[in-house]
C-alpha cells in the first residue's frame, strides 16, 4: 500500500512536471530579449518633397549643419592669411592657395595635385567650396573633421613637408602672427599653436559657401535665372533615367557617401583602392567620396584622378554606364551608375545646368600681402569663369499675365507650349501621336489629353528613343487622359512634388516604371491602366501621403509598387498577369530609411504569374513570378479584404530586405515589423512555387511568413501557410514572442 501511493505521488509529480516544464519554458522563452530594428528620431526621417516653401517644385534647399562650433571673424581672418602664406611650407615656397587656386575654383586646374619641388600627387586636387558640411575629408575619407584633415597636406612629405614644431616656431618669428593669433585667441595661454593653426584655417574654409548661383536664385522662385536649355537640363539631371540626383542632390549636390564609379587611370585600369585602401572592406574598394558639384565648372579636369578634361567627357563616361560601360570589371560598382541615352541637344542641356551651379561671388579674393612678407601665390583666371558668364547671361524673362488654357496641336511639340506656360495654366493636348519627351517644371500645371470622338487618349509615344514621356517637377501637378508608350526610361516621372494627381492614364512598354512619383508628398493616382513594364506599372517611391486606387496593372515584372513611404492606401485595384501583384518594400541605399503605415485593401491580386523580365541589375529582379502580395522589409503593414487567387508561388509573403541584400549594404532596419494580414480570401495560391522559393525548401502557399520578426499578427484561420501555426491577434505578446523564438530557432538553426 505505501508504494501504490508512492507510485501515486511520483506519478503526480512526473505528470506536473510535464504540464509545469514546458509552461516555464514557454513563459521564459516569451520574456527573453527580440531584435527590433532601430527607431529613427523624427529629425532623421527624409519621406516625401523636401522643398521649403516656396522653393520651385520641391527642390530641398534646407542646407545641413555646418560640421563645427562656431569661429569668430578674428579666427576666419587669420585662417585667410595663413591659407595664403608660403610661411605654411618647408621651402617657405608653397601655401595652401598654391594648390587650391581661388581663380581655378579652389583646385589647381591639373589632373593630380602638384606638391613641394613639383612633386607629382597621387590626386586630383578636390575643390573646398562646401567643405563647411563635410564628415568625411580627401577622396578616400581619411580624416573626419576638417581641422583634420588641414593638417594631412601640411606634414606630409610630398606636399608641403613641415613639421608642427617648425611651422610654430616659424610663426612665432612674426609679430604680426603673435598679434592675429592673439587676437583669435585670447584666452589661450599659447595663442600660436599647431592647433590653432589648424583651427583658423578650418574657420575661413568654412566659410567658403557657394549659394548664390543662378541655380539658387531659380529653387527660391525665379524661373527667369535659368536659360530654358538649364532647366531642362536639370530635368534631367534629377530623372530616373540619368539617376544623377542619387547621388548629387540639392542643396550640396553630394550625398556625402562612398560610391564605385569605376574611373580608370591613363593606362585604362583601376589601381587606386580609394575608400577601400583605408577600410579594407572588399565592397568599398575603389570607392571615393562623391564631391560637390557647386562650382564644378571651374574646377576641370575632373575625377579623382583628373581623368577627363571636360564635363563633357564626365558625362559621356557615365552615360556608357561608368567603367562597366568602358569594358572594365568593377564588380562593387553602385548601382546608380548605369548607361542611359540622351541626344546631343539634351546632353548640352545637362552641361548648360552643370554650369548654372556656378557663384563667382563666393571666390575669396587674394590678399596682396601676408604677414610673413613671403610671396603670395597668383595664379591666371580660368577660362571657365567667362564661359560661366556667357552660359548663365540667357535666361528669360517670365511673362506676367494671367493663367489661362494653352492648346496643343498634332503640328506642333508638347514642349513648345510648355515653353510658354506659367504657374497655374491649363494645357491641353488635341488629340495626335506626339514623339517626345516633355519636361515641366511650373506649379500649379494641369496638363489634360483631349480625347477623339471614340475616346481614344492622345498619345506620347518615345518610340524608345527617349528616356522618359513626362517628366514633371512643379508643386501641385494634375495630369490626365493621356496614352504614353515606348520610353527607355518612365512613362511619366514627377519628382520633389507636394500635390500630385495622376489619372485616367494608358502606359505601356517602358523600361523603368510606368506611373513614377518619387520624393513627392499628397499623391494620388487613379485609373491607370499599365501594361509591358520591366519594372513596376505604378510605383510610389519615398513619398508620404500617397493614394494608389481603381488602378488596372497588368504583363508586368511588378503591378504596384510602394517603397521607403509613409502613409500609404491601395485599394479598389486589380493587378494580374504580372510576375508580382503588389510589392510593399523597404530598399536600403536610398535618403529614405523607412517603410510606415501601408494599408493594402479591397484589391483583387489573381494570376501574377507572368515571366520577370526586368532588365539586369535592377530591383525587379528580386520578385519572384507567381506571387501575388509581397512584403520586404515593410513595417506598420495591414493587408485586409483582398481577393488573392491563382498565384502560382504565394498569395501574400512577408520576408526581411536582408534575404535580398548583402549585409554591408544594409543601412535600413530591414525586418518586417508590425505587420497585420487579415479577412482576405484566398483560393488556389501556391501550387506550383518560384525556383526562389524551392531552392529554399519550401512549398507555395496562402501565406508564407520567414519569420524575421515576432510581431506578426496574421489571422487567416483557413489559409494555408509556413509555419503552419501563424500568430495571431488573439495571442498575447508574450505568446506571439515565446513562438517566434521556437520557429526562429527551427528555421534559422535546424533548418
Given amino acids: 500500500m505505501r508504494n501504490l501511493k508512492r507510485w501515486q505521488r511520483t506519478l503526480i509529480i512526473a505528470f506536473a512536471l510535464l504540464i509545469v516544464i514546458p509552461i516555464v519554458g514557454f513563459i521564459v522563452l516569451g520574456l527573453m530579449p527580440v531584435p527590433s530594428d532601430t527607431v529613427l528620431p523624427d529629425d532623421q526621417i527624409i519621406v516625401g518633397a523636401q522643398g521649403k516653401p516656396g522653393a520651385v517644385g520641391g527642390i530641398d534647399t534646407n542646407f545641413p549643419k555646418v560640421n563645427a562650433l562656431d569661429a569668430t571673424d578674428a579666427q576666419r581672418d587669420l585662417g585667410k592669411m595663413l591659407f595664403f602664406d608660403p610661411i605654411l611650407s618647408q621651402n617657405h615656397a608653397m601655401a595652401c592657395a598654391s594648390c587650391h587656386q581661388p581663380p581655378n575654383g579652389l583646385s589647381d586646374g591639373r589632373a593630380v595635385g602638384e606638391g613641394i619641388n613639383g612633386v607629382a600627387l597621387k590626386r586630383n586636387v578636390p575643390s573646398l567650396y562646401e567643405v563647411a558640411y563635410k564628415s568625411s575629408l580627401m577622396w578616400d575619407g581619411r580624416a573626419d573633421t576638417l581641422e583634420a584633415q588641414i593638417t594631412i597636406p601640411m606634414t606630409s612629405a610630398d606636399e608641403m613637408a613641415n613639421t608642427p614644431e617648425q611651422i610654430v616656431k616659424d610663426l612665432q618669428g612674426v609679430d604680426a602672427y603673435k598679434e592675429l593669433f592673439a587676437k583669435a585667441f585670447p584666452d589661450a595661454k599659447e595663442a600660436i599653436t599647431f592647433e590653432n593653426v589648424g583651427m583658423s584655417l578650418a574657420a575661413f574654409e568654412r566659410s567658403l559657401l557657394a549659394h548664390n548661383s543662378p541655380f539658387d536664385k531659380y529653387a527660391a522662385g525665379d524661373f527667369s535665372a535659368l536659360t530654358p536649355s538649364q532647366r531642362r537640363g536639370f530635368a534631367l539631371f534629377r530623372s530616373g533615367a540619368t539617376s544623377c540626383y542619387k547621388c548629387h542632390m540639392a542643396p550640396t549636390f553630394t550625398n556625402g557617401k562612398y560610391e564605385v564609379t569605376g574611373v580608370p587611370d591613363a593606362n585604362g585600369n583601376m589601381t587606386d583602392e580609394g575608400r577601400g585602401g583605408i577600410t579594407k572592406v572588399a565592397t568599398e574598394q575603389y570607392a571615393f567620396i562623391v564631391p560637390s558639384l557647386r562650382n564644378v565648372a571651374l574646377t576641370a579636369p575632373y575625377m579623382h584622378?583628373?581623368?577627363?578634361?571636360?564635363?563633357?567627357?564626365?558625362?559621356?563616361?557615365?552615360?556608357?554606364?561608368?567603367?562597366?560601360?568602358?569594358?572594365?570589371?568593377?564588380?562593387?560598382?553602385?548601382?546608380?551608375?548605369?548607361?542611359?541615352?540622351?541626344?546631343?541637344?539634351?546632353?548640352?542641356?545637362?552641361?548648360?545646368?552643370?554650369?548654372?551651379?556656378?557663384?563667382?561671388?563666393?571666390?575669396?579674393?587674394?590678399?596682396?600681402?601676408?604677414?610673413?612678407?613671403?610671396?603670395?601665390?597668383?595664379?591666371?583666371?580660368?577660362?571657365?569663369?567667362?564661359?560661366?558668364?556667357?552660359?548663365?547671361?540667357?535666361?528669360?524673362?517670365?511673362?506676367?499675365?494671367?493663367?489661362?488654357?494653352?492648346?496643343?496641336?498634332?503640328?506642333?511639340?508638347?514642349?513648345?507650349?510648355?515653353?510658354?506656360?506659367?504657374?497655374?495654366?491649363?494645357?491641353?493636348?488635341?488629340?495626335?501621336?506626339?514623339?517626345?519627351?516633355?519636361?515641366?517644371?511650373?506649379?500649379?500645371?494641369?496638363?489634360?489629353?483631349?480625347?477623339?470622338?471614340?475616346?481614344?487618349?492622345?498619345?506620347?509615344?518615345?518610340?524608345?528613343?527617349?528616356?522618359?514621356?513626362?517628366?514633371?517637377?512643379?508643386?501641385?501637378?494634375?495630369?490626365?487622359?493621356?496614352?504614353?508608350?515606348?520610353?527607355?526610361?518612365?512613362?511619366?516621372?514627377?519628382?520633389?512634388?507636394?500635390?500630385?494627381?495622376?489619372?485616367?492614364?494608358?502606359?505601356?512598354?517602358?523600361?523603368?516604371?510606368?506611373?513614377?512619383?518619387?520624393?513627392?508628398?499628397?499623391?494620388?493616382?487613379?485609373?491607370?491602366?499599365?501594361?509591358?513594364?520591366?519594372?513596376?506599372?505604378?510605383?510610389?517611391?519615398?513619398?508620404?501621403?500617397?493614394?494608389?486606387?481603381?488602378?488596372?496593372?497588368?504583363?508586368?515584372?511588378?503591378?504596384?509598387?510602394?517603397?521607403?513611404?509613409?502613409?500609404?492606401?491601395?485599394?479598389?485595384?486589380?493587378?494580374?498577369?504580372?510576375?508580382?501583384?503588389?510589392?510593399?518594400?523597404?530598399?536600403?541605399?536610398?535618403?529614405?530609411?523607412?517603410?510606415?503605415?501601408?494599408?493594402?485593401?479591397?484589391?483583387?491580386?489573381?494570376?501574377?504569374?507572368?515571366?520577370?523580365?526586368?532588365?539586369?541589375?535592377?530591383?525587379?529582379?528580386?520578385?519572384?513570378?507567381?506571387?501575388?502580395?509581397?512584403?520586404?522589409?515593410?513595417?506598420?503593414?495591414?493587408?485586409?479584404?483582398?481577393?488573392?487567387?491563382?498565384?502560382?508561388?504565394?498569395?501574400v509573403a512577408i520576408f526581411s530586405t536582408a534575404t535580398a541584400f548583402k549585409p554591408e549594404l544594409i543601412d535600413i532596419g530591414p525586418n518586417p515589423e508590425r505587420i497585420h494580414i487579415h479577412d482576405?480570401?484566398?483560393?488556389?495560391?501556391?501550387?506550383?512555387?518560384?525556383?526562389?522559393?524551392?531552392?529554399?525548401?519550401?512549398?507555395?502557399?496562402?501565406?508564407?511568413?520567414?519569420?524575421?520578426?515576432?510581431?506578426?499578427?496574421?489571422?487567416?484561420?483557413?489559409?494555408?501557410?509556413?509555419?503552419?501555426?501563424?500568430?495571431?491577434?488573439?495571442?498575447?505578446?508574450?505568446?506571439?514572442?515565446?513562438?517566434?523564438?521556437?520557429?526562429?530557432?527551427?528555421?534559422?538553426?535546424?533548418?
Fill in 680 to 751: 482576405n480570401t484566398y483560393t488556389h495560391n501556391g501550387y506550383d512555387a518560384a525556383k526562389q522559393l524551392t531552392d529554399l525548401g519550401l512549398t507555395g502557399k496562402d501565406v508564407i511568413w520567414d519569420v524575421s520578426n515576432w510581431d506578426m499578427r496574421i489571422d487567416e484561420p483557413n489559409a494555408t501557410s509556413f509555419p503552419p501555426i501563424l500568430p495571431a491577434s488573439s495571442w498575447p505578446d508574450l505568446s506571439r514572442k515565446a513562438y517566434w523564438q521556437i520557429v526562429h530557432f527551427i528555421v534559422t538553426k535546424l533548418g
Fill in 305 to 651: 584622378n583628373g581623368r577627363f578634361a571636360t564635363l563633357d567627357e564626365v558625362l559621356d563616361f557615365y552615360i556608357k554606364g561608368g567603367g562597366e560601360g568602358m569594358k572594365i570589371d568593377v564588380p562593387t560598382q553602385s548601382r546608380f551608375v548605369h548607361a542611359f541615352e540622351v541626344s546631343a541637344q539634351e546632353k548640352q542641356d545637362m552641361v548648360n545646368f552643370l554650369y548654372a551651379l556656378t557663384d563667382e561671388s563666393a571666390t575669396p579674393t587674394t590678399p596682396s600681402s601676408v604677414p610673413s612678407g613671403l610671396t603670395v601665390p597668383t595664379h591666371d583666371l580660368s577660362p571657365a569663369f567667362e564661359t560661366a558668364k556667357q552660359i548663365n547671361a540667357g535666361g528669360v524673362a517670365v511673362t506676367q499675365r494671367a493663367p489661362m488654357t494653352l492648346t496643343v496641336t498634332p503640328d506642333v511639340t508638347i514642349q513648345s507650349v510648355v515653353d510658354t506656360a506659367i504657374a497655374g495654366d491649363t494645357i491641353e493636348i488635341q488629340y495626335g501621336t506626339y514623339n517626345e519627351r516633355v519636361l515641366i517644371d511650373q506649379d500649379n500645371i494641369t496638363v489634360r489629353g483631349i480625347p477623339n470622338d471614340k475616346g481614344e487618349y492622345p498619345i506620347l509615344d518615345g518610340k524608345m528613343q527617349f528616356s522618359d514621356g513626362i517628366s514633371a517637377s512643379g508643386n501641385n501637378f494634375l495630369i490626365e487622359k493621356l496614352a504614353v508608350k515606348n520610353y527607355k526610361g518612365n512613362g511619366i516621372i514627377i519628382d520633389g512634388v507636394t500635390g500630385v494627381i495622376v489619372r485616367d492614364i494608358y502606359v505601356e512598354n517602358t523600361s523603368l516604371y510606368g506611373i513614377y512619383p518619387v520624393h513627392s508628398t499628397d499623391v494620388l493616382v487613379e485609373r491607370v491602366e499599365a501594361t509591358k513594364i520591366r519594372d513596376a506599372g505604378v510605383y510610389a517611391g519615398q513619398c508620404r501621403k500617397v493614394v494608389l486606387r481603381n488602378n488596372k496593372v497588368y504583363g508586368n515584372v511588378i503591378g504596384i509598387e510602394i517603397e521607403n513611404s509613409i502613409d500609404s492606401d491601395l485599394y479598389d485595384n486589380h493587378a494580374y498577369e504580372n510576375s508580382t501583384g503588389i510589392f510593399v518594400d523597404l530598399l536600403p541605399q536610398l535618403p529614405s530609411k523607412v517603410s510606415l503605415q501601408t494599408r493594402v485593401h479591397e484589391n483583387v491580386i489573381e494570376n501574377n504569374n507572368f515571366t520577370n523580365f526586368a532588365n539586369a541589375g535592377e530591383i525587379g529582379q528580386l520578385v519572384p513570378e507567381g506571387t501575388g502580395i509581397l512584403i520586404l522589409g515593410g513595417d506598420d503593414v495591414e493587408i485586409y479584404n483582398n481577393t488573392i487567387r491563382e498565384n502560382r508561388t504565394v498569395g
